[in-house]
């Protein structure tokens, strides 16, 4: 049974950088057949897909356009896990993120079959 | 782009169905069978009920079934339960790669 454990701080400055990790068990940050989100919710955006990470031969990341000249996305394999780096934020990042798994093993990869338990970030000074 | 939308609440007795709308675009909804729906319960994360417009994870109940047509995408639930009382997400891909949420349906189970 596989299963996602998130780390990582609950309050960032304005400014600064909100770094987290998803550590994976029972699967593999390197599989070739999935790919690893992150995915935040607050109550003035809703949901939102920001990124993912996967491997296919080499590394591939996907970007929301909304994030996309903030954040990184970066696949741990030493610790079977992968992190995310948004940089530059403001009260607007305050949210509940979440990493999850797509669905690939259900054959689809445009759905998330596996959520990690959630972090709650608050950007404030 | 934005949201996709749907409506704030639904709700019903036991026994009832309901249907939850999630209209999108010929960008999204409409332009690929890939929507999938979520329930989410408070202080939760999200759980897959409905991949693919119409598929069902195992271990989901039959009472949930999805379905689409044209820019809209539906999630039903029937024979409506106590424990069906939640927030629902609908999520489509919208071309690569992105994918769109719905703003959520509280479901309400009188």
């Known amino acids: 049974q596989a299963q996602l454990q998130q780390s990582g701080p609950g309050l960032v400055k304005p400014s600064q950088t909100l770094s987290l990790t998803c550590a994976i068990s029972?699967?593999?940050?390197?599989?070739?057949?999935?790919?690893w989100s992150w995915i935040r919710q607050s109550p003035s955006r809703g949901l939102e897909w920001l990124g993912r990470t996967f491997y296919r031969s080499k590394w591939h990341n996907d970007l929301a356009v909304s994030v996309k000249t903030r954040m990184t996305i970066t696949p741990d394999t030493s610790k079977n896990q992968f992190s995310l780096q948004l940089n530059s934020v403001t009260p607007e990042d305050t949210a509940v993120y979440y990493c999850?798994?797509?669905?690939?093993?259900?054959?689809?990869?445009?759905?998330?079959?596996?959520w990690g338990q959630g972090t709650v970030v608050t950007v404030s000074s | 782009q934005s949201a996709l939308t749907q409506p704030r609440s639904v709700s019903g007795s036991p026994g009832q169905s309901v249907t939850i709308s999630c209209t999108g675009t010929s960008s999204d909804v409409g332009g690929y069978n890939y929507v999938s729906w979520y329930q989410q319960h408070p202080g939760k994360a999200p759980k897959l009920m409905i991949y693919?417009?119409?598929k069902r994870p195992s271990g989901v109940p039959d009472r949930f079934s999805g379905s689409k047509s044209g820019n809209t995408a539906s999630l039903t639930i029937s024979g409506l339960q106590a424990e069906d009382e939640a927030d629902y997400y609908c999520?489509?891909?919208?071309?690569?790669?992105?994918?769109?949420f719905g703003g959520g349906t509280k479901v309400t189970v009188l």
């Open positions: 999850a798994r797509d669905a690939s093993s259900v054959g689809s990869p445009f759905a998330f079959n596996l």
């Open positions: 693919d417009v119409i």
């Open positions: 999520c489509s891909f919208a071309g690569y790669y992105n994918l769109l």
């Open positions: 029972g699967d593999s940050v390197s599989s070739s057949t999935t790919a």
